[in-house]
């Protein structure tokens, strides 16, 4: 039987299109939703890190490939999902993490690091040269990006021993997390330019003797017009991308893969999925949901435990943010205010990166414990979390605060889920 990711072009081709959402996160609470999610709806799971979240030195998540492969099959287990069908994949792996250095270093880097994902048994490998080194203009000429996406297949198969891996290409790739600027004059890739890149990859791929491995090389980056800024989304157009759509009809192998797809009306997945772009991303919104109900629950906390006894969860992540302000200086600007409410409430959602701190940890545990040791009435649920107070009375039981925040997340993969993700490996 094909693999998953081979069915996703052949069910295009038979003219019954399928998909798969790539779950990007390493949040513990984030994987264990998409586990539920996936479990309960009979689909396979793709998990994917970043070069910047996980790589050989750990990443800011502080795990290399195996570790990270380790963590998530351990918490998927534990949701009773059949660990055969997890898919694990790595995202933007290239030079990325060290661009600040000359080419050649980073390249040496990321080669290294593609091989550590590979050997550890990530199947779907997005090969991501496009940003430019030290010294080097952007943006990277098609042949260079093409000829350094080879470097990287070729450290990922050696280091694969013979089991199949599956590359993404491109080198339309949106910045990783959500766009900083206006989102006014967003550009569908031209047919022209997807073209270009497809066949510039296919004879860099021969020349460096990877003709065999091409078949693998499954799907094409574009931008589909969807993406988002801290504040506002631009949502899909159908008939914008009809003629990007004809390159899937000359190369019947290939898919498109969308990224920063989070934070769409639901039925554009639907139609994302009817249009070829096959894989959907989504990693942000998750976190942004997780953090909307983390808050809420802060809120119900409030009402219930004394104040010298409470988390004091939402002013310890403003403390963490503005003390070790690496993860969002760059990205939020404007006035103090301003930048206050980016950090709690943008889009691109730049908390993501402080829930793994030691000490936000610990106040998360502490707003947990506090609401696990009382009984919430119901109608506080219903006025900070509607949505959980529902399903609590749908279920005819309470939930606890994970369980509540969880529950938020599944909702928001539940557009992806019904988008027609295919459902057999």
Known sequence: MPHVLEQLSESLRRGAPEGIYSVCSAHPLVLKAAAQTARDEGTPLLIEATSNQVNQFGGYSGMRPAGFRDFARSIVEAEGFDPKRLILGGDHLGPNPWSNKPADEAMQLAEEMVAEYSRAGFEKIHLDASMSCAGESAPLPDSVVAERAARLCLASESAAAGAPRYYIIGTEVPVPGGATESLAELEVTPLERARQTLETHRQVFAAAGLSTVWPRVI???????????????VDYVPEKTVELRRLLVENPGMVFEAHSSDYQRPAAYRELVAGGFSILKVGPA???????????????????VSASECSQLAQVVEQTMLAQPANWAKHYHGTPDEQRILRRYSYSDRIRYYWGVPEVRAVVDKLFANLNARSIPETLVSAYLPEQYREERALGRRLSAEEMVV??????????????ICRAR
């Open 219 to 233: 799907a094409l980056v574009v931008q589909p017009g969807v993406e988002f800024n801290h504040d506002s989304v």
């Open 286 to 304: 998750l976190t942004f949901a997780l953090r909307e109900a983390l808050y809420a629950l802060e809120n119900i906390e409030r009402e219930l």
């Open 407 to 420: 529950a938020r997340v599944r909702r928001e993969l539940a557009p992806y889920a019904a988008a027609g």
